[in-house]
DNA sequence: CTTAGGG
DNA sequence: CCCTAAG
C-alpha cells in the first residue's frame, strides 16, 4: 500500500456535487473562492507525482459520497463540521473531527499555543470498507475504498483525496461539539440575519456576496457592542472582550479561511507531501511509512512555533480551538509566553536521551522521530517529542549553542581542542579562566544544563582524571598561575574604577574589599558582584521614587554613578530583596543577617522594600503621570 | 531597547 | 547574573 495523499484544486467539483446534491450548484474555478468546502481528488502515482483524477475517477467518488450521504444526517457524532452552501443554509453535515483533531482544551493549557497537530485516522479505517462511517473518517478513506473497487487504476496507485480547502464558513470545536450545541441552542440566531435554522456560523453565510473589504471596513466602524455581536454571530459564544482591535481581528480570521493550502506549491518528496503556502507554512508530512506499516500513529500536520512561522498559527488556532479565543481574551489583559527556546531545548534533550542517540545533531534519514520538511519558503528540520502524553513536533535544536559565543569563546576553542591548557599568559586575563567559568562556558556552550554532547563528555572525561580537584581539572598550568585566582576573588569585590566614579566608599565596599577565602561561591561566577548596601539603599529609593517595574528610569537616574548595573540588575536585585523581604517576615528575629555572612540587609530596607512592593503594586495614575513627566524631563521617552 | 520572568 | 520572550 502506497502514500495517498494530496490535494488537488480542481476536483473539488464532483466531490462538492455530490455533497452538495440540493443545490446542485457545480463550482466553476471562480466559484470556488466562495465555497466554503473544496475536496481535491488526487492520485499518487508511483513516483510521487500526483496525477489529477479522471472524469471517471471522480464519477466513483461522486457515487460514493451520494452513496454514504443518506446516513450522514444520522450520524449523532458530536464534533461536526458544517457545510454551509452558497445559500447560507446548511445544507450537509460532514463530520471531519478525525482529521482536524485540532487543537484540544487541554494542549492549550499546556501553554503550547504554538503547535498544532493534525493526524490522520488509523491505518485500518483507511482499509476497512466496513468500518465505513461517512464523515467520521477523513476524507480520503472514501477514496480509498473506491480506489479498490476501481478497475482503472493501476496496482500500486491510489486514490487521494486529503486536503479540505476550508473557506468560510465552517465552524470548528475543539471540545467536539461545537456545532451541535449552537444548533440546539442556537444563541445567536438573531445575530445571524433572522433566519432561525441558519447556524449563523459567520455573517458572511448571511451575506455571502460581501467582499472582505467591504466587512472589513465596516468592521472598523462598528462599536465595540456590535462587534461583539457579530463576534458572537461568528463564533457563536459571547465575548465580553471590549478590545475593538482584538474582536475586529478575530472576527475576521473567522471569516477568513485560516487553512488555505495552496496547491501551488504542493510536493512531494519520496516520504512526504509538503503542503506549503507563501504565508501558510502548515507543512502536511503524512509518512508513507507509517502508512505502510498500517500505524495508527502517522505524522502529523504540525504548526511550528512562531521561530518559524508567524501569524498563521494563531489564525489557525482561533478558527478551530474555541478555548483560544478565551486565552485571547485572557490574553489582552496578560501576555502569554510561548514556550521558551530553552524550554524547547530541554524538550529535545530529553527525548534525545530517551531515543538514545548519540549520534551527530544532523538527523539520520531513517529517524523516524526526524523530519525534513519544507515549507516552500524554507526547510525546517523537526523532530517529534513527546509532551504531556501527546506528541508533538517541534524544530530540530541541536544542542549547541547557536547563539553569538561569548566573548571568551577562542578560549572554549582551545579547551575543545583537547588539552585543557590555558595559554599561560596572565597578563590576557580573557584567557586566564578559571575552571569555574569553564565550566559555566562549557555549559552554555552545549545548551544545556545537564552532561551531554561532546564538549561537556570531554570535560567530564578530564575531572575524572583528576580526582584531587573536584571541580577544576588537571591543568597544572591554571594552577600555576596565582593571578586568574585573585582575579577571580577581585570579581567579587568593588572595582576601582566604579569606586572612583561612584564615590561610594561605604562599609560594604570595605566589606568587599577585604580578601576572602576562595570559597566555591566566590569562584561560582566570573560576572558576579556583590551588592553594597548603598546600592540597596539607592535601589529602594530609586523604586520608592519612580515605582517598581521603572527599572531603566531608576538606573539613569539614582544609578548613573553605579555603571555595573543594568536596569535588569535592578530588577533582579529588587526581586531578591522581595523575596528576602517577604521570606524573613515571619520570623523577623534573624533579622538581617544572613547565613552565608554576605551581606546584611538592614530590616529596615526590607521594611521598606515591603511597603514599596505592597504600595507600588498599584501605582495611582496621578504618579504615574508624574513619573511620565520625570522621566521626559530627563529625555527618556 | 525595555520589561518580565524563568533559570 | 544570564537568557529570552514580548512589546
Same mark, same amino acid.
Given at each position: 500500500?502506497?502514500?495517498?495523499?494530496?490535494?488537488?484544486?480542481?476536483?473539488?467539483?464532483?466531490?462538492?456535487?455530490?455533497?452538495?446534491?440540493?443545490?446542485?450548484?457545480?463550482?466553476?474555478?471562480?466559484?470556488?473562492?466562495?465555497?466554503?468546502?473544496?475536496?481535491?481528488?488526487?492520485?499518487?502515482?508511483?513516483?510521487?507525482?500526483?496525477?489529477?483524477?479522471?472524469?471517471?475517477?471522480?464519477?466513483?467518488?461522486?457515487?460514493?459520497?451520494?452513496?454514504?450521504?443518506?446516513?450522514?444526517?444520522?450520524?449523532?457524532?458530536?464534533?461536526?463540521?458544517?457545510?454551509?452552501?452558497?445559500?447560507?443554509?446548511?445544507?450537509?453535515?460532514?463530520?471531519?473531527?478525525?482529521?482536524?483533531?485540532?487543537?484540544?482544551?487541554?494542549?492549550?493549557?499546556?501553554?503550547?499555543?504554538?503547535?498544532?497537530?493534525?493526524?490522520?485516522?488509523?491505518?485500518?479505517?483507511?482499509?476497512?470498507?466496513? =468500518?465505513?462511517?461517512?464523515?467520521?473518517?477523513?476524507?480520503?478513506?472514501?477514496?480509498?475504498?473506491?480506489?479498490?473497487?476501481?478497475?482503472?487504476?493501476?496496482?500500486?496507485?491510489?486514490?487521494?483525496?486529503?486536503?479540505?480547502?476550508?473557506?468560510?464558513?465552517?465552524?470548528?470545536?475543539?471540545?467536539?461539539?461545537?456545532?451541535?450545541?449552537?444548533?440546539?441552542?442556537?444563541?445567536?440566531?438573531?445575530?445571524?440575519?433572522?433566519?432561525?435554522?441558519?447556524?449563523?456560523?459567520?455573517?458572511?453565510?448571511?451575506?455571502?456576496?460581501?467582499?472582505?473589504?467591504?466587512?472589513?471596513?465596516?468592521?472598523?466602524?462598528?462599536?465595540?457592542?456590535?462587534?461583539?455581536?457579530?463576534?458572537?454571530?461568528?463564533?457563536?459564544?459571547?465575548?465580553?472582550?471590549?478590545?475593538?482591535?482584538?474582536?475586529?481581528?478575530?472576527?475576521?480570521?473567522?471569516?477568513?479561511?485560516?487553512?488555505?493550502?495552496?496547491?501551488?506549491?504542493?510536493?512531494?518528496?519520496?516520504?512526504?507531501?509538503?503542503?506549503?503556502?507563501?504565508?501558510?507554512?502548515?507543512?502536511?508530512?503524512?509518512?508513507?511509512?507509517?502508512?505502510?506499516?498500517?500505524?495508527?500513529?502517522?505524522?502529523?500536520?504540525?504548526?511550528?512555533?512562531?521561530?518559524?512561522?508567524?501569524?498563521?498559527?494563531?489564525?489557525?488556532?482561533?478558527?478551530?480551538?474555541?478555548?483560544?479565543?478565551?486565552?485571547?481574551?485572557?490574553?489582552?489583559?496578560?501576555?502569554?509566553?510561548?514556550?521558551?527556546?530553552?524550554?524547547?531545548?530541554?524538550?529535545?534533550?530529553?527525548?534525545?536521551?530517551?531515543?538514545?542517540?548519540?549520534?551527530?545533531?544532523?538527523?539520520?534519514?531513517?529517524?523516524?522521530?526526524?523530519?525534513?520538511?519544507?515549507?516552500?519558503?524554507?526547510?525546517?528540520?523537526?523532530?517529534?517529542?513527546?509532551?504531556?502524553?501527546?506528541?508533538?513536533?517541534?524544530?530540530?535544536?541541536?544542542?549547541?549553542?547557536?547563539?553569538?559565543?561569548?566573548?571568551?569563546?577562542?578560549? #572554549?576553542?582551545?579547551?575543545?581542542?583537547?588539552?585543557?591548557?590555558?595559554?599561560?599568559?596572565?597578563?590576557?586575563?580573557?584567557?586566564?579562566?578559571?575552571?569555574?567559568?569553564?565550566?559555566?562556558?562549557?555549559?552554555?556552550?552545549?545548551?544545556?544544563?545537564?552532561?551531554?554532547?561532546?564538549?561537556?563528555?570531554?570535560?567530564?572525561?578530564?575531572?575524572?582524571?583528576?580526582?584531587?580537584?573536584?571541580?577544576?581539572?588537571?591543568?597544572?598550568?591554571?594552577?600555576?598561575?596565582?593571578?586568574?585566582? #585573585?582575579? =577571580?576573588?577581585?570579581?567579587?569585590?568593588?572595582?576601582?574604577?566604579?569606586?572612583?566614579?561612584?564615590?561610594?566608599?561605604?562599609?560594604?565596599?570595605?566589606?568587599?574589599?577585604?580578601?576572602?577565602?576562595?570559597?566555591?561561591?566566590?569562584?561560582?561566577?566570573?560576572?558576579?558582584?556583590?551588592?553594597?548596601?548603598?546600592?540597596?539603599?539607592?535601589?529602594?529609593?530609586?523604586?520608592?521614587?519612580?515605582?517598581?517595574?521603572?527599572?531603566?528610569?531608576?538606573?539613569?537616574?539614582?544609578?548613573?554613578?553605579?555603571?555595573?548595573?543594568?536596569?535588569?540588575?535592578?530588577?533582579?536585585?529588587?526581586?531578591?530583596?522581595?523575596?528576602?523581604?517577604?521570606?524573613?517576615?515571619?520570623?523577623?528575629?534573624?533579622?538581617?543577617?544572613?547565613?552565608?555572612?554576605?551581606?546584611?540587609?538592614?530590616?529596615?530596607?526590607?521594611?521598606?522594600?515591603?511597603? #514599596?512592593?505592597?504600595?507600588?503594586?498599584?501605582?495611582?495614575?496621578?504618579?504615574?503621570?508624574?513619573?511620565?513627566?520625570?522621566?521626559?524631563?530627563?529625555?527618556?521617552?
Amino acid at each position: 500500500m502506497g502514500t495517498m495523499v494530496g490535494s488537488v484544486e480542481d476536483y473539488g467539483e464532483m466531490f462538492q456535487d455530490a455533497v452538495d446534491q440540493t443545490s446542485g450548484a457545480s463550482l466553476s474555478s471562480s466559484n470556488q473562492i466562495e465555497n466554503p468546502v473544496v475536496y481535491k481528488l488526487v492520485r499518487v502515482a508511483q513516483d510521487g507525482r500526483l496525477v489529477p483524477a479522471t472524469d471517471e475517477e471522480m464519477l466513483e467518488v461522486k457515487d460514493l459520497v451520494e452513496n454514504n450521504e443518506n446516513d450522514m444526517s444520522l450520524v449523532p457524532d458530536p464534533g461536526q463540521y458544517e457545510y454551509i452552501t452558497d445559500e447560507g443554509s446548511p445544507s450537509q453535515f460532514l463530520q471531519l473531527d478525525s482529521f482536524f483533531q485540532l487543537e484540544t482544551a487541554e494542549a492549550y493549557t499546556e501553554n503550547l499555543n504554538s503547535r498544532l497537530e493534525v493526524c490522520p485516522p488509523p491505518l485500518e479505517l483507511l482499509q476497512s470498507k466496513e =468500518e465505513l462511517v461517512y464523515g467520521s473518517q477523513m476524507p480520503f478513506t472514501l477514496l480509498d475504498t473506491n480506489y479498490h473497487s476501481s478497475n482503472e487504476l493501476p496496482g500500486d496507485e491510489e486514490f487521494v483525496l486529503s486536503e479540505v480547502l476550508l473557506q468560510e464558513p465552517v465552524c470548528f470545536s475543539s471540545d467536539g461539539c461545537g456545532i451541535d450545541q449552537s444548533m440546539d441552542v442556537s444563541p445567536y440566531s438573531n445575530a445571524a440575519g433572522g433566519n432561525p435554522k441558519a447556524p449563523a456560523l459567520s455573517t458572511t453565510a448571511s451575506s455571502p456576496g460581501a467582499s472582505r473589504d467591504t466587512e472589513e471596513i465596516c468592521l472598523g466602524n462598528l462599536s465595540i457592542k456590535a462587534l461583539q455581536d457579530t463576534f458572537r454571530a461568528t463564533f457563536g459564544r459571547e465575548t465580553t472582550c471590549k478590545d475593538k482591535l482584538w474582536l475586529e481581528r478575530k472576527i475576521k480570521m473567522g471569516r477568513i479561511n485560516p487553512c488555505v493550502i495552496p496547491t501551488t506549491s504542493l510536493t512531494v518528496d519520496d516520504t512526504k507531501l509538503i503542503l506549503g503556502g507563501q504565508d501558510s507554512d502548515m507543512v502536511v508530512a503524512f509518512s508513507k511509512d507509517t502508512f505502510d506499516e498500517g500505524r495508527a500513529s502517522p505524522d502529523c500536520i504540525k504548526r511550528h512555533p512562531n521561530d518559524f512561522g508567524d501569524s498563521p498559527v494563531e489564525a489557525f488556532v482561533d478558527h478551530y480551538s474555541g478555548n483560544e479565543d478565551f486565552e485571547g481574551e485572557y490574553r489582552s489583559a496578560k501576555r502569554v509566553r510561548k514556550a521558551t527556546r530553552r524550554y524547547i531545548e530541554e524538550i529535545s534533550k530529553v527525548d534525545d536521551e530517551n531515543q538514545q542517540s548519540k549520534e551527530s545533531p544532523i538527523p539520520s534519514k531513517d529517524e523516524r522521530s526526524i523530519s525534513t520538511v519544507s515549507s516552500g519558503r524554507r526547510v525546517v528540520v523537526t523532530r517529534m517529542v513527546s509532551l504531556g502524553g501527546s506528541i508533538i513536533q517541534v524544530p530540530y535544536v541541536s544542542h549547541v549553542r547557536r547563539s553569538r559565543p561569548r566573548e571568551n569563546i577562542m578560549a #572554549l576553542g582551545e579547551f575543545n581542542s583537547g588539552l585543557w591548557e590555558v595559554k599561560g599568559n596572565p597578563e590576557e586575563s580573557d584567557l586566564n579562566l578559571s575552571q569555574s567559568q569553564l565550566n559555566n562556558d562549557v555549559k552554555r556552550v552545549s545548551g544545556v544544563k545537564s552532561v551531554s554532547g561532546p564538549v561537556q563528555k570531554k570535560l567530564v572525561a578530564h575531572c575524572v582524571l583528576d580526582p584531587q580537584m573536584q571541580i577544576t581539572t588537571n591543568d597544572q598550568s591554571y594552577k600555576d598561575h596565582s593571578k586568574p585566582k #585573585l582575579r =577571580e576573588v577581585d570579581e567579587d569585590i568593588m572595582e576601582p574604577e566604579y569606586m572612583d566614579s561612584s564615590g561610594d566608599s561605604s562599609d560594604d565596599s570595605t566589606y568587599n574589599r577585604v580578601d576572602r577565602p576562595i570559597t566555591q561561591s566566590a569562584m561560582r561566577r566570573k560576572h558576579h558582584r556583590a551588592w553594597s548596601l548603598s546600592e540597596v539603599k539607592n535601589l529602594v529609593e530609586g523604586v520608592s521614587k519612580y515605582g517598581v517595574g521603572k527599572w531603566s528610569v531608576i538606573k539613569k537616574l539614582s544609578y548613573s554613578s553605579f555603571p555595573h548595573r543594568s536596569p535588569v540588575d535592578l530588577k533582579d536585585k529588587w526581586r531578591n530583596l522581595l523575596k528576602a523581604c517577604f521570606a524573613r517576615a515571619p520570623l523577623n528575629k534573624m533579622g538581617s543577617l544572613r547565613k552565608y555572612g554576605s551581606m546584611a540587609i538592614p530590616s529596615q530596607v526590607l521594611s521598606q522594600v515591603k511597603e #514599596l512592593s505592597q504600595k507600588k503594586s498599584h501605582v495611582s495614575p496621578a504618579r504615574k503621570a508624574r513619573m511620565v513627566k520625570a522621566s521626559s524631563r530627563h529625555g527618556f521617552l
